[in-house]
């Protein structure tokens, strides 16, 4: 089955503790990105891939770091979670030659 | 930078149709996007217009004016199953059609 798969899924942690949330898809898509999701400001893009080893920021990369070394993963880095990191990231890829983003079940992120 | 502008939230009734509305001001614009989001839930893709005019699928259709800067997604014969968030969202020039999105209308069909 085609999917975009995400853990933790759930993840309750402290400030300053690094954490790494992990994404990866069975489809071979090219690009892959991390959105986060909060009341009233919609989803917004961390960073994005086009491909293997080629990242760039979105919006809201402040505080968030990832990597690109395989094609099929793109996890996203907390050095240092903060409270204002508290919210619903999801991960997303697309294949070269489609439009649709198909997009993982979320993780929500609680920093206290 | 993008501005996206879409309504906050929208009532209808079962069985009704209901258009929902997205303005943008963008430069680079490639294309328009929507996606359904039910809540807890992962976004799913309804719709990708590129050029002007109107594009149908089953009961939802989008429309694309270039020009005006504007876009609707119409959901004819809603059902209850309807009632979700509507999330309207660009991609720009750079060939990565990954989407920026507006903040999302949310829909809630009654009885």
């Known amino acids: 089955e085609a999917q975009v798969t995400q853990n933790p899924r759930y993840l309750i942690t402290v400030t300053g503790k690094k954490l790494t949330v992990t994404c990866s898809q069975n489809m071979n898509h090219e690009y892959m990105s991390w959105y986060r999701q909060d009341p009233g400001l919609g989803l917004r893009q961390i960073y994005y891939s086009m491909n293997v080893e080629v990242t760039d920021k979105g919006d809201v990369p402040e505080g968030y770091k990832v990597s690109r070394k395989e094609k099929r993963n793109f996890p996203l880095i907390l050095e240092s979670p903060s409270p204002n990191q508290t919210s619903l990231y999801f991960c997303a890829s697309r294949g070269q030659a489609t439009y649709e983003q198909y997009f993982g079940p979320g993780t929500r992120l609680t920093v206290t | ?111």
Not at chain 2, 17 to 39: D, E, K, M
Not at chain 2, 79 to 96: E, F
């Open chain 2, 1 to 111: 930078g993008q501005n996206i502008d879409q309504p906050t939230e929208m009532t209808a009734t079962e069985g009704a149709i209901v258009q929902i509305n997205c303005t943008y001001q963008t430069s680079g614009f490639n294309g328009l996007f929507w996606y359904q989001q039910h809540a807890g839930e992962a976004p799913t893709f309804l719709s990708y217009n590129v050029l002007d005019g109107l594009e149908e699928k089953g009961r939802f259709s989008s429309f694309l004016s270039r020009s005006k800067g504007y876009s609707y997604l119409l959901l004819k014969e809603l059902q209850m199953k309807d009632s979700a968030s509507y999330l309207c969202a660009v991609s720009t020039s750079g060939g990565s059609y990954i989407p920026t999105f507006g903040r999302g209308t949310s829909l809630i069909v009654h009885p």
